[in-house]
T-cell receptor, first 110, second 116 residues
Framework: RKEVEQDPGPFNVPEGATVAFNCTYS??????FFWYRQDCRKEPKLLMS???SGNEDGRFTAQLNRASQYISLLIRDSKLSDSATYLC???????????FGKGTSLLVTP | EAGVAQSPRYKIIEKRQSVAFWCNPI?????LYWYQQILGQGPKLLIQ????????DSQLPKDRFSAERLKGVDSTLKIQPAKLEDSAVYLC???FGTGVSTDTQYFGPGTRLTVL
């Protein structure tokens, strides 16, 4: 089983739509969780950390379910500029390194 | 603030040749990472340095890959000899702290390697 699994998509949604991505992780001892965003042919950039209580940053909401080892990202009122690949990231067994999922591709259309 | 610098941005070589990549992290960042990102995959950690010491190189194919971080600043990653399956983007990242996983990692633009 891969350490971090995501649905690769692509998710094609119209502007203004709400879209949700899910991610599962295998290491129950993981403590750190993130969503990174990667634009086409660009480097990954941190979108937001994911906290146990859930957290929100503008139109973006991240949730963590430790019992199910499941992370989610909700994007409300999608913009064209949200089109990118969203990478789910979890710290590794060693605690230092990060394990990246394959990413979920989002395309927001006019 | 200057970001993570990498060079070259693109490299095309033939299999069995050698290649080296260079990374200059954000000033003051103690921890430096090299990742390999194959098309359609997420980045995979190859090696992590804290200052000039290796913290994790468990996924580095040591028969052909080597990396160093002299003086705890710049780093080079070398492949010798290259194989077709090494075609990927090699990303360097740095973080301020001492490698705790909660640190934000800042990525460089990457070096796109094509092995023919």
């Amino acid at each position: 089983r891969k350490e971090v699994e995501q649905d690769p998509g692509p998710f094609n949604v119209p502007e203004g739509a709400t879209v949700a991505f899910n991610c599962t992780y295998s290491n129950s001892a993981s403590q750190s969780f993130f969503w990174y965003r990667q634009d086409c042919r660009k480097e990954p950039k941190l979108l937001m950390s994911v906290y146990s209580s859930g957290n929100e940053d503008g139109r973006f909401t991240a949730q963590l379910n430790r019992a199910s080892q499941y992370i989610s990202l909700l994007i409300r009122d999608s913009k064209l500029s949200d089109s990118a690949t969203y990478l789910c990231v979890v710290n590794s067994n060693s605690g230092y390194a990060l394990n990246f999922g394959k990413g979920t591709s989002l395309l927001v259309t006019p | 603030e200057a970001g993570v610098a990498q060079s070259p941005r693109y490299k095309i070589i033939e299999k069995r040749q050698s290649v080296a990549f260079w990374c200059n992290p954000i000033s003051g960042h103690a921890t430096l990472y090299w990742y390999q990102q194959i098309l359609g995959q997420g980045p995979k950690l190859l090696i992590q340095f804290q200052n000039n010491g290796v913290v994790d190189d468990s996924q580095l194919p040591k028969d052909r890959f080597s990396a160093e971080r002299l003086k705890g600043v710049d780093s080079t990653l070398k492949i010798q000899p290259a194989k077709l399956e090494d075609s990927a983007v090699y990303l360097c990242a740095s973080s301020f702290g001492t490698g705790v996983s909660t640190d934000t990692q800042y990525f460089g633009p990457g070096t796109r390697l094509t092995v023919l």
